[in-house]
């Protein structure tokens, strides 16, 4: 009997290995945005001159939002295969990422609240630039969401904080 259960220990131990090919996938989608990126800078670049300030500063926010979320997704990728998946040997890969000794699954979490907590920032000014296009509806929910992301950003940090006092 306790052969069973350590063969079934150790199957559930290794199936978090599912979780690698999702990274991978990822990494790749972090690829495709970085050309999405590129392709969106040329048009900005290609359409400079007729760019009025306030246009080209929400083309501007338009890279930063792609930025922030090819951020994220590194975020991500690193922080889940390091957290869930198996520690990366930094003296192998020569990589001095010393941020990723104080990953854990709570600290991810709340990096990527703070993550969507950002990028739902960066629209909030073209909403507000463009408010002559939107219904007080659209606003009122652009806004509505924000703020959920700011509380749940808050109420996960202060949980946080309360499971490390107890421990």
Known sequence: MKSAENKLEIFILYSRWIQ??????????????????FAEL???LSDFS???QTNFMLAILE???ISMVINLLIVVIIGGYYAFVSKIDQEKTGNQLDFLGKITDSSLKIKLI??????SGVHLPE????????TTL???????MHLVFIISALLLAYTDKLQAKSH
Not at 138 to 144: A, C, Y
């Open 50 to 52: 007729t760019y009025d």
């Open 63 to 65: 890279l930063i939002h």
């Open 114 to 119: 703070i993550f969507l907590v950002s990028i």
């Open 127 to 134: 909403t507000y630039i463009n408010l002559k296009g939107l």
């Open 42 to 44: 040329i048009h900005i």
């Open 138 to 144: 659209q606003v009122i929910i652009k806004i509505s």
């Open 20 to 37: 690698a090919p999702v990274y991978i996938g990822l990494v790749i989608a972090s690829v495709a945005y970085s050309v999405h990126f």
